[in-house]
């Protein structure tokens, strides 16, 4: 496996190949201060022609950047599970999404590409998540939740069932979503309201 990005999300990412038993063999990043992680070497910026036949997953938190950076990319797409995540058999996972410790998601989900369900967080039966998405540590998504591109569902947060969440919006930390959220919005608080939209 071959990852793109030395921050620390490539550490969690290592560490879930660990514990499957897979390798990361290198790691491209832009920063040429960069030389290891965890015992990883990085090669420098991206190449196409850097070991073609392997997969590779982006180490990246950030959505927007996850998105920017997918584009370039002619490598092929991992899917990681950690053995302590709990997936139903029927769930889809989208190429390039990492389900990381101790994650739930339940029967019949659906998570779209490069879709990164975070530390403890649960994704109940029927959610639907759209490419870059991000469900953040221990945040909380009910029954029958959409949730449009690109948005974050910050740790702690807690959407309930039937909500759809629209594009490139952001639900903040420990937020309780209990009406529809429009693209771009920005919401918080218990019940969740809008604090601003962001800018495109």
């Not at 990412?13 to 790691?27: C, E, G, K, R």
């Not at 949730?147 to 937020?175: C, K, M, N, Q, S």
Request: net charge negative.
């Amino acid at each position: 496996m071959l990852l793109y990005g030395a921050g620390g999300h490539s550490r969690v990412i290592i560490s879930i190949l660990n514990a499957i038993n897979q390798q990361a063999v290198a790691i491209f990043d832009d920063d040429p201060n960069k030389e290891t992680v965890a015992g990883i070497p990085i090669v420098g910026c991206y190449s196409s022609d850097f070991q073609p036949d392997l997969p590779l997953l982006l180490a990246v938190g950030n959505n927007v950047t996850r998105c920017q950076l997918a584009q370039t990319i002619t490598h092929s797409f991992g899917t990681i599970v950690h053995p302590s995540a709990i997936v139903d058999s029927s769930v889809t996972l989208g190429a390039g999404t990492v389900i990381v410790h101790r994650a739930v998601v339940q029967a019949n989900a659906r998570l779209g590409q490069h879709v990164i369900v975070n530390t403890g967080a649960s994704v109940d039966h029927d959610c639907e998540l759209e490419a870059f998405v991000q469900v953040a540590p221990g945040a909380v998504l009910c029954g029958h939740v959409r949730v449009g591109e690109g948005t974050l569902i910050a740790a702690g947060a807690v959407v309930v069932p039937g909500i759809e969440i629209g594009r490139w919006a952001v639900v903040g930390a420990g937020a309780v979503v209990t009406r529809n959220v429009p693209d771009g919005a920005v919401v918080w608080n218990s019940p969740a309201r809008l604090i601003r939209f962001r800018r495109s």
